[in-house]
């Protein structure tokens, strides 16, 4: 637009214009670019979006699979975080959860390095699990619960192996099998492998 008028606002904006600094223009021109830029943001937002769905994808196809290895032994279960919680929400509503807990709690004690902090955790998991009358006292035999108390005269990383020992295969022989038919586990599995299969018709 151009004036020739006196007093035309036009012609005042360009003379104003005119007569700014050229650091002034310069900072409009960068403001401009970078307003540019923050609307293209979306299109950011949206790739990252694009790529959390395709992890979210991944971990779900992970954890299927791993539900589905609960399956095949108990050892594979008890390498599994999530199987680990899933059995023990098993157990509770067998009122059996100490024995887990127990085989839980030593595989903790086996990793203490310290001589004082050992002795304590030993009779900590004793006074808990193990002896007579405890308060989550596990099932296993008197000889083993005599010879747990004499290891802990000298308590080493090992002094809970056999009680241990009889814990897992008394969950591996008796609860385990149970968790593999129990409804809540079932559910798991038909999920697991219904997204298998979906996975397997898309490829």
Known sequence: MSCWMPGCPAL????????LPITCLERAKDLKTRLGILLHKPEL????????????????????????????????????????????????????????DFWLACEDFKKTRSKTKLASKANRIFEEFVQSEAPREVNIDHETREITRKNLSGATSACFNEAQAKTRTLMEKDSYPRFLKSASYQDMSRQAASRGSSKRSHT
């Open 12 to 19: 005042s904006m360009c003379r104003g214009l005119a007569a």
């Open 45 to 100: 937002g949206h790739k990252t979006g694009s790529s959390s769905k395709l992890q979210l994808g991944s971990r779900r196809r992970d954890s299927s699979r791993e539900v589905l290895e609960w399956r095949e032994s108990f050892d594979q279960l008890l390498k599994s975080k999530s199987g680990v919680n899933a059995f023990h929400t098993f157990l509770k509503t067998e009122f059996s959860e100490e024995n887990l």
